[in-house]
Every structure is written in C-alpha cells, then in structure tokens.
C-alpha cells in the first residue's frame, strides 16, 4: 500500500483549460501535488504559478503533444526520472472534429484516434502495472454520454468516447478487489473550448446550455475517490441516456442528428 509518508501526486492532462484545469484544482484544494501536462508551455506555465500559489502544492507541468503516438511514452519516462509515484491518474485531453464524415479531414481523424484513444490507453497501462506493484492507485477516465449516444456530424468523437468508456469498465472488471480502481466519467455538453476546437460554433448543440465545468469535475472527482465504476455527470444527462437505453439505435441517431445540424439548415 502507499505510504501516507509519501506526498501525493495527480497527474492530469488537459490540465490548463475545461474540466481537467477544474479538476487540477479540485486535487490541488485536497492537497495532492500535481503533474500537469497540456501541448502549451506559457498555458503551463501560467496554471503551474496560479495554482501552486493558490493552494501551496508543488505543480510540475510537463510539455507534451498527445497527438504524437512517443508522447506518452516519454511523458511516463520523464515522470519516473523524477522519481515521483503518481498516486492518480486523470486522462482528460481529447479533441473532436465536427462535419459529415465523408468530408472531414481523415488524418484529422487518425490524429484524434492517438489523442482520444492512444494516450488514454498508453498511459492507463502504464501506470496502472506501477500501482498494481504497490496495491494502490486511482485512473480516472475522461469519456462523455457521447460514447453512449451515436453522434452525426461527429461520428469519429464519438466512437472514440464510447472505446473510452467501454475499455474502463473492462479494465475495472478485470482488477477486482486489489487496491486500485479505475474510474470513467460521462459529461454531457459543457461550457468548454472544446466547441471552438471542433469548429462546431454553428452546432444546434450549442442553442442549448451548457453545463458548467468545475461541477463536472467535482462529480469526477466524488466518484474517484468513492471508488465507483462511472458517473454520468448532470441530471438532464442521467435521463437522456436511460431513454436512449430503450430507444432503438437508429432513431436516437437521428434524433442526435437534429440536435448537432447545422444551424443553417
């Protein structure tokens, strides 16, 4: 088991902006240490001084473009150099691309393939043989109820959601009972910059609200630490997926399609 000798440590990505910088907060008020680590070095820069100023902990931040297949690698290489356990693990960054698929740009795609699916999957066996070692440890996995729902005009984010999601709880049923779990979390649509990264401003999704981002990561958080196997953030979502869950896959596709058009149209 890890000793309470030991200062704690979360690594998260995704960390300078959206619901990881909410989480990276939320594990900075509850004392852990944090590795933060987003493509950006002055994002880093900037969150590393705020929130170790803020909340007194030390804050490692860590350049690395996820897009690259070796980035997780040597992400994990560098984070062991320093010889720092990570007693937590949060696989937050991820990227969409709105459009009809037959016109989307494809090595877009395979690049949001290594980010959505590649670096979550690298670096939760990564770490997780290092916690099974010590019998203790956290993974909390960033996946959306769009892994739940099929999603027209983002057809591609969406399948790597539902990997997402699907590879946790195998995973989790995997362990058992050994000290470490491994946690997914379901937000809905949230006040994010992932809309303007999508190109997706002219989204129908985006006439409906939002929801806020550090409750998101507060519901993350909760379920981590209460050791539960997923959480689907937001009441509104709750119910939007046990209607999906009796409703045939192809109406609730074309009922998402009218929800994600264009404006325009």
């Not at 989480?23 to 880093?44: S, W």
């Not at 860590?62 to 290489?77: H, M, S």
């Not at 939760?124 to 070692?133: G, I, P, W």
Request: glycine residues 6%; charged residues 20%; hydrophobic residues 40%.
């Amino acid at each position: 088991m890890a000793s309470s000798n030991f200062p704690k440590y979360a690594l998260i990505t995704g960390a300078t902006s959206g619901i990881g910088y909410e989480l990276a907060k939320i594990f900075a008020q509850h004392k852990y240490n944090l590795i933060i680590v987003a493509r950006t070095e002055t994002d880093l820069q900037r969150t590393a001084a705020e929130l170790s100023t803020q909340y007194d902990v030390n804050v490692i931040s860590i350049a690395k473009d996820l897009f690259n297949r070796e980035a997780p690698f040597e992400l994990y290489d560098t984070v062991r150099e320093k010889g720092i356990w990570v007693d937590v693990l949060v696989n937050d960054a991820a990227q969409g691309l709105y459009g009809k698929f037959v016109e989307t740009d494809l090595q877009r795609e395979l690049d949001m393939l290594q980010l959505n699916i590649g670096a979550y999957l690298i670096l939760t066996k990564l770490y997780l043989r290092d916690m099974l070692t010590r019998g203790d440890g956290k993974i909390l996995n960033v996946a959306s109820i769009a892994g739940k729902l099929p999603g027209p005009y983002q057809s591609v984010y969406h399948g790597t959601k539902a990997f997402i999601h699907s590879f946790t709880e195998a995973v989790r049923a995997e362990l058992g009972d050994c000290g470490v779990t491994v946690t997914s979390l379901l937000p809905g649509p949230t006040d994010t910059d992932f809309f303007h990264k999508a190109h997706m401003e002219d989204s129908k999704i985006l006439d409906h609200d939002l929801a806020d981002p550090a409750k998101v990561a507060q519901d993350g958080f909760d379920a981590l630490m209460n050791g539960e196997d997923m959480v689907i953030s937001g009441l509104k979502n709750k119910a939007q997926i046990v209607a999906s869950n009796i409703t045939p896959d192809s109406m609730v596709a074309k009922t998402m399609l009218k929800q994600q058009a264009p404006r325009h149209q």
